[in-house]
C-alpha cells in the first residue's frame, strides 16, 4: 500500500523526571531515528522541589523536549497548579497538554481518544478527576456515527477494570486495580493501542478480539499496554516503541489480520450484564446508560429469547414432569423465596412450576439445580439447570452463570472418583429451557482425544462443521443464534452454530455410539423411559453418592 507508517513513544508516570524521560528519548532517536510522536499517560509532574525546578527549565525555554510530547491532565489534586487550563494548551516549546477528554487527530489521519485523571467518586468532581459527562461526551459523537470502526489510541491513566480476564495476569493487586467505567470505554472506543499508568508496573496483556467469533463480523484486534514509572527502582518498562499505521489509511483485510496469541474480548461478559463478576467492584457503570446505542438490550421479561417448541432432547418433549408424584419424600426445600425470571407458559424445568416433577431433582442450589436426567443414558447422566426461566446460557446473569460453573466441577469430580470423564453438552435449539446435559464416560472405555473424535467424525459425517474454540472462550453469543456446544474432561470446547435441521438427538447419539459408551439403543431418551418407582430409586442412590460433593448443602 505504501503507505509510512509512524513511529511513535509511549511512556509511564513521569512524575517530574523530566530530564531522565526526553535523555532516554534521545539514546533511542540515536540508535533507532527520529520517532513522530511521545505520548505520555499518568502523573507527568512531581511535586518535589527539584521536580519543580526541572520543569522550570522547560517552561522558561532553556531546554526543550527533542520530540513533540503530548501529556495527559492531572491525576493528583498535588499536581494542579501545573496546568493552567482544562481545555488543554501548549506548555512548553514541544510540550502539549491534551486536556481534560477529547480525540486529537494528526495530519496523518490518527486518532488519538483520551480521558486525563481519575474516576471521580464524589459531586461536583474533583478537577483531577473524569465524570460520567466527561465519557459520555467523548463517547457519543464517535460511535453516532456509522461508519465509526474505533480509534488508533486510548490514553488513559488508570487501567480498565478486569483487562487481565483470559489473558496473561498482572503484578498488582487486582481486588482493587482498574475501574470499570475505563473498562467500558474501552469497549465501546475499541482501541488498537490502549496505554495507562498509575500502578507502578509494566503489563503488556495479550492483544484481544473486538467481535464475537461466528456472529459478528472480523474486526481489528486491540493491545492493552500499562507501562511503569520512569526511574522505577525495579528497571520496569516504562517505555513502549511502536509502528501505527493510521486506521483510515488502511485496506479492511490488512486492518482486521488476527494475530495467534489472541484472546477473546475481556469486557464482553462484563458490558453486557452491566457488572463485573467480582463482587467487591463498586457499581459504577454510569455513562453507558445510551439507550438504542447501547448493545445487547435488558434482561427484562420483554427481552428475553423467543419460544421455540419444545421437543427432542429427552427432557422436555411432551413428558410433563408431574409435580405430585412422590414430591414429599425429596429432602430439600423447594420453597425457599427466589425471584428469578418467570416463564409466560406452563414449563417442565422452572423449579417453581407445577408441572416439574420433583422426584427427579438431586441438589438445589440458590439461581441452579441438578437433577437426573429423564431416561438417562446412565444411572449418573444429570442435567443443570437455573432455576428461573432461562433459555441458554448466553441469558443468564454473573452470579448464575458462577453458580452453574459450580455444579459443572462439583459434577466433575464426583465422576472423577468414580473413575468416569465427564461431558457436558448443550443445545440452544428447539428448547425452552436451558438445560446442561452432563454425561459421564468410563476411562477404561476411551480417552478424551476419542470423545473429541467422536463428535468431530459424526458431524462431518452430517455435513456439519464443530469448531474447536479456545478454552477460556465465553459461551456469550447472541442470544437469538441457535448452537450446539460440547465441553470435554480436559476443559476443550466445541461449538457448532445450527443452520437448519439439525438432528435434536446429536449429542446422545454420538454419546451412546460403539465407539464410547457402546449402547446405541439408547441414543432416544423415549426408548430409555422408566417407571416412576425405578426412576425414584436411581434419583434416591445418586442424591446420596452425591452428597459429598454437594456444595449447597454447605451454603
Not at 117 to 122: A, F, P, W, Y
Not at 382 to 397: D, K, R
Not at 407 to 431: D, I
Request: net charge neutral.
Amino acid at each position: 500500500m505504501g503507505e509510512k507508517p509512524l513511529k511513535i513513544l509511549a511512556c509511564g508516570d513521569v512524575e517530574g523526571s523530566i530530564n531522565a524521560v526526553f535523555n532516554r528519548v534521545r539514546t533511542i532517536q540515536k540508535k533507532s531515528g527520529q520517532f513522530d510522536l511521545l505520548l505520555c499517560v499518568g502523573n507527568f509532574f512531581g511535586s518535589s522541589p527539584g521536580a519543580q525546578a526541572e520543569w522550570q527549565e522547560y517552561k522558561s525555554g532553556a531546554k526543550k523536549a527533542p520530540i513533540h510530547t503530548y501529556i495527559l491532565g492531572a491525576a493528583s489534586q498535588e499536581t494542579l497548579r501545573f496546568f493552567p487550563s482544562a481545555d488543554g494548551c501548549e506548555l512548553a516549546d514541544n510540550i502539549t497538554y491534551l486536556g481534560r477528554r477529547g480525540v486529537f487527530t494528526g495530519a496523518s489521519g490518527l486518532q488519538i481518544a483520551y480521558v486525563s485523571g481519575r474516576e471521580g467518586q464524589q459531586d461536583p468532581t474533583p478537577a483531577h478527576c473524569f465524570s460520567p459527562k466527561d465519557l459520555t461526551q467523548l463517547v457519543e459523537p464517535l460511535i453516532s456515527n456509522n461508519q465509526f470502526r474505533g480509534v488508533d489510541i486510548l490514553l488513559t491513566s488508570q487501567w480498565p477494570r478486569g483487562v487481565w480476564q483470559y489473558a496473561n495476569s498482572p503484578e498488582v493487586n487486582t481486588k482493587f486495580c482498574g475501574t470499570t467505567s475505563i473498562s467500558h470505554l474501552a469497549y465501546k472506543l475499541k482501541p488498537r493501542y490502549h496505554f495507562a499508568a498509575v500502578e507502578g508496573v509494566h503489563y503488556e496483556r495479550l492483544p484481544y478480539r473486538n467481535h464475537v467469533v461466528l456472529q459478528e463480523n472480523t474486526q481489528h484486534v486491540s493491545r492493552f499496554i500499562a507501562l511503569a514509572t520512569v526511574n522505577n527502582p525495579e528497571k520496569r518498562k516504562y517505555l513502549y516503541a511502536f509502528n501505527i499505521i493510521p486506521m483510515k489509511s488502511m485496506e479492511a483485510s490488512e486492518l482486521v489480520k488476527q494475530p495467534q496469541d489472541v484472546t477473546e474480548s475481556p469486557y464482553n461478559r462484563m458490558v453486557r450484564e452491566n457488572t463485573l463478576s467480582d463482587p467487591t467492584e463498586p457499581a459504577s457503570q454510569f455513562f453507558f446508560d445510551l439507550g438504542k446505542k447501547q448493545r445487547g438490550g435488558g434482561r427484562g421479561q420483554g427481552g428475553r429469547g423467543r419460544k421455540r417448541p419444545s421437543d427432542g432432547d429427552g427432557q422436555n418433549q411432551g413428558q410433563p414432569w408431574d409435580s405430585d408424584r412422590q414430591s414429599q419424600r425429596l429432602p430439600l426445600d423447594l420453597d425457599r423465596p427466589k425471584q428469578p425470571p418467570q416463564p409466560s407458559g406452563p414449563c417442565w424445568f422452572c423449579l417453581a412450576s407445577p408441572q416439574v416433577e420433583k422426584h427427579l431433582v438431586i441438589s438445589i442450589g440458590t439461581h441452579c439445580y441438578l437433577a437426573l436426567a429423564k431416561g438417562s443414558l446412565t444411572p449418573q447422566h444429570v442435567l443443570v439447570l437455573p432455576i428461573g426461566h432461562y433459555q441458554s446460557v448466553v441469558e443468564l446473569s454473573s452470579e448464575v452463570v458462577k453458580e452453574l460453573d459450580r455444579y459443572k466441577m462439583a459434577v466433575r469430580t464426583f465422576y472423577k472418583s468414580k473413575g468416569q470423564r465427564c461431558v457436558l453438552f448443550e443445545r440452544n435449539y428447539h428448547s425452552q429451557h436451558l438445560q446442561i446435559q452432563v454425561v459421564p464416560v468410563p476411562e477404561d472405555k476411551c480417552t478424551t482425544e476419542d470423545i473429541k473424535e467422536a463428535f468431530m467424525l459424526q458431524a462431518q459425517e452430517q455435513n456439519m462443521e464443530l469448531m474447536e474454540i479456545p478454552q477460556h472462550t465465553d459461551l456469550k453469543q447472541d442470544k437469538w443464534t441457535p448452537y450446539f456446544y460440547v465441553e470435554l474432561d480436559s476443559g476443550e470446547k466445541l461449538f457448532y452454530r445450527i443452520q437448519k435441521n439439525f438432528p435434536l438427538q446429536f449429542g446422545r447419539e454420538v454419546l451412546a455410539s460403539e465407539a464410547l459408551l457402546n449402547i446405541p439403543e439408547r441414543a432416544d431418551w423415549r426408548e430409555c423411559k422408566q417407571t416412576p418407582e425405578e426412576e425414584e430409586g436411581l434419583s434416591k442412590q445418586l442424591r446420596n453418592d452425591f452428597q459429598p460433593y454437594d456444595f449447597a448443602l454447605e451454603d
